[in-house]
Each structure stands twice: as structure tokens, then as C-alpha cells.
């Protein structure tokens, strides 16, 4: 007998909600792999990111679901460690996971990788690629810079990217931003996009 009550809705998800009160969400249709284990909160620490559902053995659920090859991760996309739905989870590898994290406590702008420089009176975008700091530019608003950091990530992560929702850029961001990145075009992780901007030439 499991330590979980469980509720199912009619657009087949399921939840559980473990003694201590946590809720936790899943697909229907994987019930049966799990029913019959005790799960818990793992206590390891207070950051949201770092705090999974567990078994006995350590075992994390969104691992346990897909069954993850060695050498490789699973990610959540919305980063709700609590939602193991399947279309929250992809097999990735470390670096693709790393490219979606959560904004830094030490953020004042609301974005990550935009940050007003007041020596130029402008707004500096910027992403982090494998311990690379690529300059993505200085714009005059932070819509801009935001634009410019969305492209960046397009260029350098792909669908592993967190992307802000900001209006469509200008031509001229784009051709920036994609001449920055191209310096860097061997840490992408997303090659269909250098190929495409390379045939556009």
C-alpha cells in the first residue's frame, strides 16, 4: 500500500499528495509504474529547483518515468519539479539542462543576461555558454536588449532555452546578435540555426 493519495482529473492527469501535504503531478497512463511505491519530498534543500520527488532508494520520479539512459538527464521544461506530466519532461544532456534555469537571486532587471551599464546609459545583453560570456550588444531600451538576449539563446540553445516575451526584434538585432554568436557557433547547441543563417548569407 502506497503513502499516496491519489485523485484523477478527466484530461488525464493524476496527482498525488504525499503525507507531508506536497502535491505532485503525472500522466494518467503511468499510474501503474508507480502505485505501489512510498515517495517523499527529498529534504536536501530549500531551493524549489533542488527538490524532487523521491523513492526509498533515492530514486527521482521524473527519472523513474522515462527511464533516463546513463550519461544523460531529465529536464523540466516549466522547472516545477512537482510536475512529471510527460510533456513537462525531455532526455537531455547536462548541457542542454543547464541552458534552462531559473532567474539568479542576484537579478534586479527581471531578465536574465540583461542588465542596465550606466557608463553607456544603455541597456548590455549577454548569455553564458559553457564558462563563455558572449556580449550580445548594448540597446538604448531594455525591450531591446531583452529582443537581443532572446536571439541569442535561439542561436546558442535552441528549445532548451528560456525565452522572455517581448515584441518581435528588429532585422538589425537579429543580424547582430547572430554575427556575435557565430564566434561561438561550435558551443551551440542547436546547429539547424547556424545552418539556416549560413544558406540566408
Known amino acids: ?12 492527469t493524476g496527482c ?17 509504474k508507480i502505485r505501489d511505491t512510498n515517495w517523499y ?3 536536501r534543500s530549500g531551493e524549489p529547483r533542488s527538490t524532487y520527488i523521491i523513492n526509498c532508494k533515492g530514486d527521482m520520479l521524473h ?3 522515462l527511464e533516463c539512459p546513463q550519461g544523460y538527464e531529465v529536464d523540466h521544461i516549466s522547472l516545477d519539479t512537482f510536475d512529471n506530466r510527460l510533456c513537462n519532461l525531455r532526455i537531455c544532456t547536462h548541457q542542454q539542462n543547464q541552458c534552462n534555469q531559473p532567474l539568479q537571486k542576484n537579478n ?3 531578465v536574465s543576461g540583461v542588465s542596465f551599464y550606466p557608463p553607456r546609459r ?3 545583453a549577454r548569455i553564458k555558454v559553457c564558462q563563455h560570456d558572449i556580449h550580445l550588444g548594448y540597446y538604448l531600451t531594455f525591450t531591446e536588449a531583452v529582443q537581443a538576449r532572446n536571439i541569442g539563446m535561439e542561436c546558442m540553445f535552441g528549445e532548451y532555452g528560456r525565452y522572455n516575451d517581448v515584441p518581435m ?3 538589425w538585432i537579429r543580424k547582430r546578435v547572430v554575427e556575435k554568436c557565430k564566434r561561438f557557433a ?3 547547441i542547436c546547429e539547424a540555426f547556424f545552418k539556416e543563417a549560413a544558406g540566408n548569407e
Open 16 to 32: 498525488g499528495t504525499l503525507p507531508d501535504g506536497t502535491v505532485f503531478w503525472f500522466d494518467r497512463i503511468c499510474f501503474e
Open 41 to 43: 519530498r527529498n529534504k
Open 122 to 124: 544603455k541597456y548590455r
Open 108 to 110: 534586479t532587471s527581471g
Open 169 to 171: 526584434p528588429a532585422d
Open 63 to 65: 527519472s523513474f518515468l
Open 186 to 188: 561550435e558551443l551551440s
Open 1 to 12: 500500500m502506497s503513502n499516496v493519495a491519489y485523485q484523477f482529473f478527466q484530461d488525464g
